[in-house]
């Protein structure tokens, strides 16, 4: 069964292996990456939107914490510790890569 954030965001269905933690963690970045780019007005080395002031950065943060939080209550049955691992694991500093990486497992293309 796919989800709304699924059929929104994602062009394949997401294959039944990956695991729902792979799966939220992905939802996060994604989410994340989009509130980034609406809120940040600096760009890293790397071309990603970044927080140019302290107020950026908090709204930055608050946004990550609560969108951690929305996930863990619609997803009782996963272990907040066990998401985050997953959450850390593609949230590398190269984030696009890692995402594509992820779409690439779900996909099974190369």
């Given at each position: 069964m796919s989800t709304e954030f699924e059929q929104?965001?994602?062009?394949e269905p997401v294959d039944a292996k990956l695991s729902l933690e792979d799966r939220l963690a992905l939802e996060y970045h994604i989410t994340c990456d989009a509130y980034d780019r609406a809120i940040c007005s600096a760009k890293d080395k790397h071309?990603?939107?970044t927080p140019a002031n302290r107020h950026e950065l908090a709204?930055?943060?608050r946004h990550s914490r609560e969108t951690f939080r929305t996930l863990v209550a619609e997803h009782r049955e996963v272990s907040p510790p066990r998401l985050?691992?997953?959450i850390?694991?593609?949230g590398t500093r190269y984030t696009e890569k890692a995402i594509a990486e992820m779409r690439q497992r779900i996909t099974g293309e190369e």
């Open positions: 929104q965001y994602l062009a071309g990603e939107s709204l930055v943060e985050w691992g997953r850390n694991y593609y």
